[in-house]
Each structure stands twice: as C-alpha cells, then as structure tokens.
C-alpha cells in the first residue's frame, strides 16, 4: 500500500513493507520528493499497512543517516557521500545510500532505523538487502510517474 499527498513540488509517500520472514519485523518506508532529491526513512515499524504513514513518529531519524550525490556525468563510480550521523551499531545508510543516488542520479538523504539487534541477527543481512531492493522499486514507481507527467 503506497499513501501519497500531492498538490505541490514537494510529493509524499509511506510504504508497508510487509516481512520476509516471521522472525523479522515489517518495515516503513517514507519518501518525501524534492527537486533532484529524496529524502528516505526505511524503519522497523509496528504500525499496520493501514497507518503506515505514521511508522517514522515512532522511528528514529539520525539512527544511521547519510547523504549521497550522484557522480559525474561519464562516471562509472560512486558519487561523493557523508554520514550525516550514525551509532556505533550501524552504518548501512552510507554505501545504500551511494547505490540509490548512482542509479537514480539525485542526490539521496537516507535515514536507515533498523535496531542493531536486527542487523546483528543472521537475518539481518535480508532485511536490508529488502530494504533497499522495496527504495528502488518505489523510486522507479515515482520516476515514472514523473516521466508520464
């Protein structure tokens, strides 16, 4: 289920990513579309797909957040990158981050709240790699949409 609230330059969107196993938690995605950028949270959530768009309320924003640019034009590497803050547990956000921006070339600010003890887990390898794989879906689904328009 994807909510969205439209009218301006700015869109909004929250996704339900419903868990891969029964062991690991659902995630929340939400995306808020700037010009030429995303801002990104994908995080442990509780809430049903119903109320998705209220999962980063009860998230963490600076868990593990990062910024990426694109790379140059012609370039085949990764774009220049930050962590903007992250915990000692984590720091999925920056390399995630660098993929989203090399393949969508806008500059990405992402939030990963995923709790160490997830990541630490055999798991927790899946969890992101669905992650990122529901980020890049969902960002081809609004490019797309931007092309039609």
Not at 68 to 74: E, F, N, R
Not at 109 to 138: C, N
Request: proline share 7%.
């Amino acid at each position: 289920m994807v909510t969205t609230r439209e009218g301006s330059s700015i869109d909004v969107r929250s996704k339900y990513i419903p868990s891969p196993e029964p062991t690991l938690p659902a995630l929340g995605l939400h995306i808020t579309s700037l010009v030429d950028s995303y801002m990104l949270w994908v995080g442990v959530t509780q809430e049903p797909h119903e109320t998705v768009q209220n999962a980063p309320r009860s998230g963490t924003l600076c868990r593990d957040w990062a910024c990426a640019m694109p790379s140059a034009p012609g370039s085949t590497g990764l774009g220049p990158a930050t962590s903007l803050f992250r915990s000692s547990g984590s720091d999925a956000a920056l390399s995630m981050a660098q993929r989203v921006a090399r393949r969508f070339q806008k500059q990405i600010f992402l939030s990963v709240d995923i709790p160490p003890a997830y990541l630490a887990a055999a798991q927790g390898s899946r969890l992101l790699f669905d992650a990122e794989k529901e980020i890049v879906e969902a960002l081809k689904e609004i490019e797309s949409a931007h092309l039609e328009n």
